[in-house]
C-alpha cells in the first residue's frame, strides 16, 4: 500500500489522507504518567504479544530502569527519572489523585531531601504527519485505516532513511537483521476490535486506548483536575493538532518538562520542508543550465 499522506499542515483524518476510504475513527494512545507505578507490564505484554526479543535485564546504573530507550527490540519503554522535589510534594493532594508516592525512608530528615520518581511508558508517537513514512523508498511503512503507522518488515530493505527522519528517535534497526522495528499499535489486535497488549495489561489505566479526539477530551479533563489540585507543573504533551508534526497518536500527560522525560520539547516533522527544497534545487539547477548556456554562447561568437 502507498501513501500519499501530506507532508505539513492541518490535517482532520491522516488514513483518509494517506487514501483509506471511508475510515474508521482514528485510533491512539493517552499515557497519563502521574499514575504509571513503573511495573513494566506494558513492555512485558507488547513482548509476547509481538515477539519481539528480549533486549537483556541488566541495570543501567542509574535507576530501575534496563531499557533505556525505544529501539528494535524496546518498542515500550519505561523511563525511571529520579528527582529531588523542593519544597516538598503535598502528599495529600498526590494522595487525593490516586498519584504513586516514591519518597524515600526518612526523607527529609537529617537533611536528605524528599524525592520523587516520575515514571512514564514512551512508545511510537504514529505522527499525524510521518516522516519515517514520507521518506520510505520500498513503502514498507505504510498508514493504516486506523490512522497509525506500520512497518512491513517482510519488504524493508534496512535503508535506514526512517531512522534518521523521525524527529523522536523511536524507529530503530535490529542488530543481526538490519530491517527497521517499532510499535505498530498492536496493528493484528486493532483489526480484531482487540484492545493493544500494552493498555490491555496497564494495571494503573496510566495507558488508555480509544478513539484519539475522545482521549484528548479525556486528557484536558485530567489536566485540570490535577492543575486545580495544585499540581501546577502538569501538561500535555503531543495532543495540539497544531503542532509540527499535526500532533500525536500516543500523547502524554507528563509532570515536568518533556526534555526531563528525554522528549523533544518542539518536535517537527523532518520532511516538512522537503518540497521548498526541491524547487530551490530545482531553480539552482535551471540556473546552471542557462549559466552554461550562456558560457558555449558567448565562446562560439568568439
Known amino acids: 500500500m502507498t501513501s500519499a499522506n501530506s507532508l505539513s499542515g492541518p490535517l482532520d483524518d491522516p488514513a ?3 487514501g483509506h476510504a471511508d475510515p474508521p475513527a482514528r485510533k491512539g494512545f493517552f499515557t ?3 499514575v504509571c507505578i513503573g511495573c513494566k507490564a506494558c513492555e512485558v505484554a507488547c513482548k509476547e504479544w ?5 533486549d537483556g535485564l541488566n541495570l543501567l546504573g542509574m535507576s530501575y530502569d534496563n531499557t533505556g530507550m525505544l529501539g528494535a527490540d524496546s518498542w515500550r519503554h519505561v523511563a525511571f527519572i529520579e528527582q529531588p522535589v523542593e519544597p516538598p510534594v503535598a502528599s495529600t493532594a498526590l494522595e487525593f ?3 504513586p508516592q516514591a519518597r524515600l525512608p526518612g526523607a527529609g530528615q537529617d537533611g536528605r531531601p524528599d524525592m520523587r520518581w516520575l515514571m512514564a511508558s514512551d512508545v511510537c508517537k ?4 510521518a516522516a519515517c513514512l514520507d521518506v520510505c523508498p520500498t513503502g514498507s511503512l505504510f498508514r493504516t485505516e486506523f490512522g497509525t503507522v506500520v512497518v512491513q518488515q517482510d519488504i524493508c530493505n534496512g ?3 526512517c531512522v534518521s527522519a523521525c524527529p523522536y528517535g523511536v524507529i530503530d534497526r535490529r542488530e543481526n537483521d538490519g530491517r527497521a522495528w517499532k510499535c505498530t499499535l498492536c496493528y493484528d489486535r486493532l483489526k480484531g476490535d482487540l484492545e493493544p497488549a500494552c493498555a490491555k495489561a496497564c494495571p494503573t489505566d496510566s495507558i488508555q486506548f480509544g478513539d484519539l479526539n475522545e482521549l484528548r477530551e479525556r486528557a484536558a479533563l485530567r489536566l485540570d483536575q490535577l492543575q486545580g ?5 502538569a501538561r500535555l504533551y503531543g495532543h495540539d493538532p497544531d503542532d509540527g508534526v499535526g500532533g500525536d497518536g500516543a500523547f502524554f500527560l507528563l ?3 518533556p526534555e526531563v522525560y528525554g522528549l523533544p520539547p518542539d518536535p517537527v516533522v523532518t520532511t516538512r520542508d522537503l518540497p521548498a527544497m526541491w524547487r530551490r534545487a530545482g531553480l539552482a539547477g535551471l540556473g546552471m543550465v542557462a549559466a552554461t548556456a550562456a558560457a558555449f554562447a558567448a565562446g562560439g561568437r568568439g
Open 159 to 161: 535503508c535506514g532513511y
Open 126 to 129: 504514529h505522527c499525524t504527519h
Open 97 to 99: 489523585l490516586g498519584m
Open 229 to 233: 489540585a495544585g499540581v501546577t507543573e
Open 32 to 34: 497519563d504518567t502521574s
Open 50 to 54: 509481538n515477539g519481539v526479543p528480549s
Open 255 to 257: 509532570l515536568d518538562e
Open 16 to 18: 483518509a489522507d494517506a
